[in-house]
């Protein structure tokens, strides 16, 4: 492994955890966060949460699990390039959707939704708040404390996003959003790694699903150069394995500008360590061209996949399952198991999207199932 860079973040220098525990004796502070969040209860439950596709669509489509190993793999490759952290960078991709809801984005709307129509005092629902509430406060593992007692800097890098009435709840780990600061290199890492990773993940199961063609991508430039170039060195390659030597090449190029756009940065900047990395703007980025190709893909994404008639079918059907669960467990918490009983509205609000947050796709739909289907079996 290279030596880190002096404006890497080091887990030596940590900003600590919010119960103090012995240090570890063989491995780093960074290591352990990994490894217990790779031993979460909602990093397992990831398997079966939607990431375009509802969990019962396909065996072959991608989940938040293996999306979340995808980032975890671009994003240790670009901290290796860059020589920061791959350890904090892995930690933080490996949990950065810990806190999302079954059903994708479709799910997230939804249960915002009905936070802020029931109890608009909660504050609503934020899939990067709900992971730093799973790390700090949902997880039960251990003796000592609730949640996963994460290092600061793994806890900054999963909240990507944040308003400011918010960040002046969250204490240290909101700070950042009222300075105007930038969280970590290893965190800014990791969220260019997010979308390398479903940008072109989309791509390979919006084909394989035929809601995609080769045709309308090969309108878009940064496909449809990758597309030619494929064709060139292998003519006459099965269509499987072009769409794949594609994406492949796509994800390299992606990779290679994002380490040759930083290090430039890097260079200009000359942060002396990683405190003073955090005041020098947004260090980890695209070239200009490549920005502006990766957003018209992801236009692209959102207006031809994402808003696909089928696609939005199961949208229309998955809110609908989420608002029925949230409005019955509302109007009689009773149906809830006794732990999240409350007597607050809203405190018992936030209880009940917790327990929505945590269903996986195929959960969410049996209990929909158990709670409005007569005649069934009950359990």
């Known amino acids: ?68 190993l995808e980032v975890a793999q671009i994003a240790r490759v670009l901290a290796r390039s860059l020589r920061l952290n791959e350890d904090l960078t892995e930690a933080i991709a490996l949990a950065h959707d810990l806190g999302h809801t079954p059903f994708g984005h479709a799910g997230q709307d939804e249960l915002n939704a009905c936070l802020r129509e029931f109890a608009p005092e909660a504050g609503g629902f934020e899939h990067n708040l ?29 909240l990507k996003h944040c308003s400011l009435a ?50 309308q991508l090969q309108a878009m430039p940064i496909f449809a150069r990758h597309y030619a170039h494929t064709l060139t060195v292998w003519p006459g390659l099965a269509a499987r394995r ?30 002396a360590d990683a405190v003073a990395a955090r005041g020098c703007g947004a260090l980890v980025a695209f070239s200009s061209e490549v920005r502006h190709e990766a957003d018209a893909l992801k236009k692209f994404l959102y207006e031809n996949l994402y808003r696909h008639y089928k696609v939005m079918r199961m949208t229309n059907k998955a809110r609908r399952i989420v608002r029925e669960l949230f409005s019955a467990f509302i109007q009689e918490p009773r149906l809830l ?32 199932h158990r709670l409005f289907r007569m005649g069934e079996q009950f359990d």
């Not at 756009?261 to 942060?271: E, F, G, H, M, N």
């Open 130 to 158: 709900q992971s730093l509430r799973v790390v700090d406060e949902l997880e039960e593992r251990y003796a000592s404390f609730n949640g996963l007692n994460l290092c600061f800097e793994t806890r900054e890098g999963i």
């Open 337 to 368: 198991p006794p732990d999240y009983w409350y007597d607050d509205q809203m405190v018992q609000a936030r209880a009940i999207s917790d327990y929505i947050a945590g269903m996986t796709d195929r959960y969410a739909m049996r209990e929909h």
């Open 166 to 215: 918010h960040a002046r709840r969250l204490g240290d780990v909101g700070q950042r959003f009222i300075d105007r600061t930038q969280p970590s290199l290893e965190a800014q890492l990791a969220n260019l790694a997010d979308e390398i990773a479903y940008n072109n993940h989309d791509i390979d199961d919006g084909l394989r699903s035929g809601l995609l063609t080769l045709e």
């Open 242 to 271: 072009l769409v794949s030597e594609t994406i492949r090449s796509m994800i390299n190029t992606l990779i290679t500008d994002v380490t040759q756009t930083t290090s430039a940065k890097l260079v200009q900047a000359k942060p």
């Open 1 to 68: 492994m290279p030596e880190l860079a002096a404006y890497a973040s080091h887990a030596d220098q940590s900003r600590g955890r919010r119960h103090q525990e012995p240090a570890p004796s063989n491995r780093s502070e960074f290591q352990r966060d990994r490894d217990r969040i790779i031993h979460a209860g909602a990093f397992r439950r990831l398997e079966y949460k939607t990431q375009v596709f509802i969990n019962h669509e396909g065996d072959l489509f991608r989940t938040r699990l293996t999306h979340s």
